[in-house]
Each structure stands twice: as C-alpha cells, then as structure tokens.
C-alpha cells in the first residue's frame, strides 16, 4: 500500500516547481493545485513552467492532481450555463495533460428545484459528454466527481459511486464533506467499505465545521480525526489524500508524521 500526504496548494505558477521539491523534501508525495478561482496556469503565457511543474513532478516523486474552479454546475436550468462548466472542466483537462495531472476533481453541481433522479441524469449525460471530448483529444486525465458537504447539493456518496459505475469516470472521497454531510455520523471504515473493490483512491481531508445544512468552513485538522481515518485506511490500496485545511502544508506533515506512529 501506498499512501500519499500533500496539500491543497502549488504557490505561485514562477515558485511551483521549487514548491513540489520542497514538498518531497519534507516527504510530501501528493499536491492538488486549486484552480477553485480560475485556471492561473496558462498555456501560452506560461510554457517553460508547465514543462518545469511536470518535470518536478516526476522527479520528485510528487502526484500532481487539478481542482477545477468553483463556479461549476452540470445541472443548470439554462443549458449555457451547463457548457460553460463543462468548457471549465475541459480547461482543466487540457492543462492538467500536458503538467501530467492525472486526476481532475470538481464539484458536479446543484439540485436547483429538481429532484434528485433528474439532477443525476442531467449530470451523467454531462459528464460522458465530457469523457468523448477527453477521448478524442487523447488526453491522459479522469475526471474525479467529488463528494460534497452541503445537504442541498449535489454529490452525496451514493451519487458519485453511481456516476463512477454508469459513466467510467473516477471520483474524490472528501470525507471532511461527508462528515458535515451527515452530521458527524459517517463511518471512515464504513465508507472506505464502499470503495474497496477499487485498487486506487483519491481523496480529501481536513477538520470541517458544520450546521443543520451542512458543511460551514474547514478548520485545522485535530489528531484524533487523523487516528480515526489512518485506522480505517486499507492495507492493499494506493491512497492519496489531499490536505484542505487553513494550513494544508502543516496538517499533511501532521498526518504524515501520524501514519509512521
């Protein structure tokens, strides 16, 4: 088994490369650059550094994973809103092959008034829309549907397993967002049940605040919630878990440190 620890975070596009060096340095091996507010990393403007951040990638033993920007719903009432984000996620896939970003996360969308069998359709067809364009432009990348922490969207557990089952597509366990999801009922050994017939997991974590409605903020991440996750994780996956804390660099060493204990 193998367990990569890393943060939400790659600095800035000039400081990247150093960035993922430091991170093995410090035996960081997993690192998702957020392009929650927009794809920073551009393909004309920053050519060298795209070919620096995969170069660094490889050499340092550092998984590079995308998050796809924030403003993105497959399930919108107006259908150009819907191409919008899938034009964003597409975005994401183009720069993440050419920095050898394998995995591209997102959040699939909202329910918006319809019900849930609908909003499940509309977002499948959406994303094997998306997957023929992957194909056809041959770029190497999953898409990673992730599971959400607010009660009124979507992306419970059950529906991102589904998509995986019906569409091919990957997906990203964010157990901080099934915490706040569920009140603080979930299971960490009950969830990774759910997933054990796959051989490779990507996933985020951190200390999560939450209401009635779900998720509220992430905060610092307690070594108890680390214990709880690290005893749950099986012995014969490759696991990697993303680190969205205030401080993702500090709490990932913390769950690093954790694991050898």
């Not at 550092?62 to 919008?84: G, M, T």
Request: proline content about 3%.
């Amino acid at each position: 088994m193998t367990i990569r620890f890393g943060p939400a975070g790659i600095g800035s596009v000039k400081d990247a490369a150093e960035n993922l060096e430091e991170y093995h340095k410090k035996g960081l091996r997993a690192c998702e650059i957020p392009f929650t507010y927009g794809v920073f990393i551009k393909e004309d403007k920053h050519k060298k550094e795209i070919e620096d951040i995969k170069r660094a990638s490889e050499k340092f033993d550092v998984k590079v994973s995308i998050h796809a920007p924030y403003w993105i719903n497959l399930n919108s009432k107006e259908k150009q809103k819907i191409e919008e984000s899938k034009n964003r996620i597409l975005s994401c896939c183009k720069i993440g092959h050419k920095l050898g970003a394998e995995k591209i996360v997102f959040h699939p969308g909202y329910y918006g008034g319809m019900d849930e069998k609908e909003t499940y359709e509309t977002i499948k067809n959406a994303i094997l829309d998306l997957e023929k364009e992957i194909k056809k432009k041959k770029w190497k990348v999953k898409l990673c549907p992730e599971t959400t922490g607010k009660v009124n969207v979507f992306g419970k557990e059950e529906e991102i397993l589904k998509l995986v089952k019906d569409t091919k597509c990957s997906f990203t366990i964010d157990f901080a967002h099934l915490l706040a999801r569920t009140q603080g009922k979930m299971s960490y050994k009950g969830m990774y049940d759910k997933v054990k017939n796959f051989n490779e997991i990507h996933a985020h974590f951190s200390g999560i605040e939450w209401g009635e409605k779900g998720e509220r903020r992430h905060i610092p991440t307690s070594d108890s919630e680390i214990k709880k996750l690290l005893k749950a994780l099986p012995k014969n996956k490759n696991i990697t878990i993303i680190c969205e804390a205030p401080d993702p660099i500090k709490d990932s060493l913390k769950m690093l440190k954790l694991s050898r204990s």
